[in-house]
């Protein structure tokens, strides 16, 4: 088993990758219990600060990265095509549908119990 602390944009994915290979995953995340300043929502993977993950076009890093990680099957990826808004090149999302499709596709996981809780130390139980 292994423990995740924080369901944003790195938890849920590493969750979900480990989840795939049949390991036990417990994911804590404080929300909705919690919010910082910077929270609005109550589900994972919260975008906060815009609503683009730039281009997708295979000509340049942020496009090649993106293409790689459809092939890997990413999870957040795989979220952001289905929650896709117009934005020419770019890869732009509807942030709440986004936020709402990542954390309702974790918690479909049999193997990712996920525990609403704020983590204030080191020890876990």
């Known amino acids: 088993m292994i ?74 990826i795989k979220c952001a095509d289905e929650t896709a808004v117009p934005a020419g090149q770019a890869l732009a999302i509807d942030r709440e549908r986004y936020s709402e499709l990542v954390t309702k596709k974790i918690k479909e996981m049999p193997n990712i119990k996920v525990i609403e809780a704020e983590v204030r130390s080191r020890c876990v139980s």
């Open 3 to 76: 423990i995740i602390i924080g369901a944003g944009l790195a938890g849920c994915e590493t969750a979900y990758q480990i989840a795939k290979e049949n390991i036990d995953v417990i994911l804590y995340e404080m929300k909705p219990k919690n919010f910082t300043k910077a929270h609005t929502n109550k589900n994972f993977a919260e975008i906060v600060c815009s609503n683009s993950f730039k281009s997708n076009l295979l000509t340049n890093a942020c496009g090649l990265l993106k293409e790689e990680m459809r092939r890997l099957d990413s999870l957040l």
